[in-house]
Nanobody
Framework: QVQLVESGGGLVQAGGSLRLSCAAS????????MGWLRQAPGKEREFVAA????????DYADSVRGRFTISRDNAKNTVYLQMNSLKPEDTAVYYC??????????????WGQGTQVTVSS
């Protein structure tokens, strides 16, 4: 079992930056592929980014590639999402997730509670 707690969300103007953090409990954090997904009002949840257990491999949705960076610190049991050049369409609840079921694009065994990111124009 692993529990995930996100932080770092908030209100930012377009063009600004935010850094999300996801702290994980348990001693198995380093064995999980981690992901960030988001859900905007009235829309389905969508993949944002994923990172391998060592941090050596990452993947991004086309909509955020070049603006967002996912990273992890296994010694601190934490995964991060650095978000730069934010756009109003990035407004959503952002979820941290661990241990994908099959593909890391959508299904995970463990989820955080989510953190709201709002980008004003």
């Amino acid at each position: 079992q692993v529990q995930l707690v996100e932080s770092g969300g908030g209100l930012v103007q377009a063009g600004g930056s935010l850094r999300l953090s996801c702290a994980a409990s348990g001693r198995t954090f380093g064995s999980y592929v981690m992901g960030w997904l988001r859900q905007a009002p009235g829309k389905e949840r969508e993949f944002v980014a994923a990172i391998s257990t060592s941090g050596g491999n990452t993947d991004y949705a086309d909509s955020v590639r070049g603006r967002f960076t996912i990273s992890r610190d296994n010694a601190k049991n934490t995964v991060y999402l650095q978000m730069n050049s934010l756009k109003p369409e990035d407004t959503a609840v952002y979820y941290c997730a661990a241990d994908p079921i099959g593909s890391y694009y959508s299904s995970y065994n463990y989820w955080g509670q989510g953190t709201q990111v709002t980008v004003s124009s």
